[in-house]
Every structure is written in structure tokens, then in C-alpha cells.
């Protein structure tokens, strides 16, 4: 059974810093393509991140440069360095396995066969 487990979510104040952890378990997370996912009530789940299995990174546009994905193998852990935070980074952050098509993003949610349940960020201005 595939779990992801989120953390490290929270309130901070704009230009602050969290990273965002993803602990699997059932599952490799360098065995194929890992993501970030925000969403807000009403919109659409985004992509903010991803990592493939060869260590490949893509991040979006709204976050290139202050968000930052990594990995770490011996610890099957996912992470989500967020720097130089903005109230409109202020979503619930999800953590996604075994996505496809990673080579052409943005990622797309339903190409991604595990979600974690989600972490909080607040940031507040």
C-alpha cells in the first residue's frame, strides 16, 4: 500500500522560508516522476514542482527561483524548499508519485497515480 505522507506546512510571513517534506512508503520515489501540487478553494489543483526518476527538475514559472525540489533516496523522501514566500503561494501543498509524462509541463494532476494528503501554507503580507 502506497503512502505519502506531507509536512512541514505552516504560517509564515511574506519573505520567510519552509520546506515541505514528503515521506513514502509502499513506493520508490526515484523510480519514476515526482511532484508538488497547490491548490486554492475554487481553483485547480497546479503544478508547482517536479523531480524524474533521472533527477530531472521543472518547477513553474511562478516559483523559479525561490522554490526548489529535491530528494532524498535513502530516506524515499521528497522535498519542497519554499524561500522568499509570498501571500499568493498561500495554498494547500500536495505531494504526488508516479507521474507520467513529466518531460512535457506543466505536470498534469491526473497523470499522477499517488496523492498525499496535503500540507497548509499561510503566508501572510
Known amino acids: 500500500q502506497v503512502q505519502l505522507v506531507e509536512s512541514g506546512g505552516g504560517s509564515v510571513q511574506a519573505g520567510g522560508s519552509l520546506r515541505l517534506s514528503c515521506a513514502a512508503s509502499?513506493?520508490?520515489?526515484?523510480?519514476?516522476?515526482m511532484g508538488w501540487f497547490r491548490q486554492v478553494p475554487g481553483k485547480e489543483r497546479e503544478g508547482v514542482a517536479t523531480?524524474?526518476?533521472?533527477?530531472?527538475?521543472w518547477s513553474a514559472d511562478s516559483v523559479k527561483g525561490r522554490f526548489t525540489i529535491s530528494r532524498d533516496n535513502a530516506k524515499n523522501t521528497l522535498y519542497l524548499q519554499m524561500n522568499s514566500l509570498k501571500p499568493e503561494d498561500s495554498a494547500m501543498y500536495y505531494c504526488?508519485?508516479?507521474?507520467?509524462?513529466?518531460?512535457?509541463?506543466?505536470?498534469?494532476?491526473?497523470?499522477?497515480?499517488?496523492w498525499g494528503q496535503g500540507t497548509q501554507v499561510s503566508v501572510s503580507s
Open positions: 504526488a508519485a508516479d507521474g507520467q509524462r513529466c518531460w512535457a509541463p506543466p505536470p498534469v494532476a491526473v497523470r499522477f497515480g499517488y
Open positions: 509502499g513506493y520508490t520515489i526515484s523510480s519514476n516522476c
Open positions: 523531480i524524474t526518476s533521472g533527477g530531472t527538475t
